[in-house]
């Protein structure tokens, strides 16, 4: 084992050091991997050096994530606290499933569920666990307001129409997990947005009653903290007040900027949060601990439990159902994602979480600053969001985002919203400086000097 870490310290500090002068790797075209790279896999075994030099090859021709040019996903960065956590979890490889296979991990676990719950403002009877991503947390919530609303569904299989409600702005994961919890893509209905991208309060309303009168059963309203888009945050408390009256299972999805709870400046995003029954969300974007780290807690633990529990006596052989997280997973076994996030946060404290988040809108502003003074851009998104789209004169962004992948400059996707396309640039990684976001502008100018010149014709519009 010795020998495979200094292998791999060896790998890292080259890495480390290339990234400096190349933040971004060279394209390499889908077509044309596996002629570039010795990907291949045979019969014989190979000797240790050419294991390592093709190691290196792979690695070093990988897309890189943690520089300041990367901007392209909802994640980015490479937390060094997290990062050893996370490198220790796979060193001691525990399954968080029983006590006995994990034991001081467990706690570990527990403690981070608990303080997220507390932060939540909830009491013991809340609780929570991990999955492999947001996509499934919310599935696990789904699954949760389908048996609360009827908990014969587990044993009989759906026989009642039920129907879900989101808005047209959130994830796709929500109509993905209607379909594996059988209540049917064709059953979630797209709540409008405001213009802002905040989903219409009444227009929810209207559509759950509309659906009740024509027999269907509304089993489960999704609120958006954070859209993939826009980054705008779906009003909780307004939502959650049609949730009581129609008696409908609320969940927040906060997979991207969840993250808010731990900001005493931005948690009113998520005001009356401890009124939603799930809450869902990804330390590894905001908080930017290494992939995946994704958490979902529940105001009543009873509902986990109902949903997830499973006898099973060749796993589950000793110690109390609360120690066993087994008993309210969807996985049987699992990573230990909670250590990464909890070595973090016992570095940093709870203000040093704080910090992170903050940071990220300081740098948002920086962004739109930058955007909103100089006239050849146009600016598409809003105040308090991490996500700044922007049109830069008038160029396809789609275009633009490709071009600049190809050709190594930065890494950031498009996006659209409603009738626009625009250049989504998301201020996610807390390791860059607001020298770091200037640079990403100077660095994209040049590259349309250089790359478009007379080609262009603009007449451009600022919107604000
Ligand atoms: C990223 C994201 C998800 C999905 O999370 P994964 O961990 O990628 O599965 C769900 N909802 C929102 C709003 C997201 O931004």
């Known amino acids: 084992m010795e020998k495979a870490l200094a292998v791999f310290q060896s790998i890292a500090t080259e890495l480390l050091a290339d990234e400096k002068a190349n933040p971004v790797v060279d394209f390499i075209p889908a077509d044309q991997l596996f002629d570039r790279l010795d990907l291949s896999l045979i019969d014989q075994p190979i000797d240790d050096a050419t294991h390592l030099q093709k190691l290196k090859e792979l690695v070093m021709a990988t897309p890189r994530t943690a520089t300041n040019a990367f901007f392209n996903q909802l994640y980015g960065g490479r937390n060094e606290k997290a990062v050893l956590g996370e490198l220790l979890a796979v060193l001691l490889n525990n399954s968080m499933y029983t006590f006995k296979a994990a034991g001081a991990q467990v706690g570990v676990e527990k403690i981070v569920l608990r303080k997220v719950c507390e932060i939540i403002g909830w009491d013991e009877n809340a609780d929570g666990t991990f999955a492999t991503g947001g996509s499934m947390t919310n599935f696990m919530s789904m699954l949760m307001a389908r048996d609360a609303f009827n908990s014969k569904i587990r044993f009989e299989g759906v026989q009642q129409k039920m129907t879900v409600y989101t808005s047209i702005e959130s994830h796709y994961s929500i109509p993905k997990n209607a379909s594996f919890a059988g209540i049917g893509r064709n059953n979630v209905r797209y709540i409008p947005v405001n213009k802002v991208g905040e989903m219409n309060p009444s227009d929810l309303d209207k ?60 948690k009113h995003h ?23 780290c994704s958490l979902i807690v529940v105001k009543d633990k009873k509902h986990l439990r109902d949903s997830f529990a499973n006898e099973a ?152």
């Not at 009356?272 to 905001?286: I, P, Q, R, T, Y």
């Open 270 to 292: 998520l005001k009356g949060l401890e009124n939603v029954d799930s809450f869902s969300f990804n330390a590894h974007k905001m908080i930017g601990t290494p992939l995946t």
């Open 313 to 464: 006596e060749y796993l589950f052989q000793t110690d109390e159902d609360d120690f066993n997280p087994g008993k309210t997973s969807l996985q049987c076994g699992r990573r230990n994602d909670a250590l990464k996030f909890w070595t973090l946060w016992k570095s940093v404290g709870t203000k040093g979480l704080e910090k992170i988040v903050d940071h990220q809108f300081d740098l948002a502003d920086t962004a739109r600053d930058y955007v909103r003074n100089h006239p050849d851009y146009q600016l598409y998104s809003f105040d308090d969001s991490i996500a700044v789209c922007f049109k830069y004169k008038n160029i396809p962004s789609q275009e633009l985002c490709t071009k600049l992948y190809e050709k190594a400059e930065l890494m950031v996707s498009f996006g659209s919203f409603q009738e626009d396309e625009f250049v989504r640039f998301v201020t996610i990684n807390a390791q860059n400086s607001h020298d770091d976001i200037l640079l990403f502008f100077k660095r994209l100018e040049e590259f349309v000097h250089f790359n478009y010149k007379v080609s262009v014709k603009y007449p451009f519009k600022l919107i604000q």
């Open 207 to 266: 559509a759950i009653a509309q659906d009740i009168a024509d027999g269907f059963h509304p089993v489960m309203v999704n609120a958006t903290a954070g859209t993939t888009v826009l980054g705008a945050f779906d009003n909780v408390e307004e939502i959650s007040a049609v949730c009581k009256k129609h008696d409908v299972w609320m969940h927040v999805d906060g997979a991207y900027c969840g993250s808010v709870i731990f900001s005493e400046k931005y």
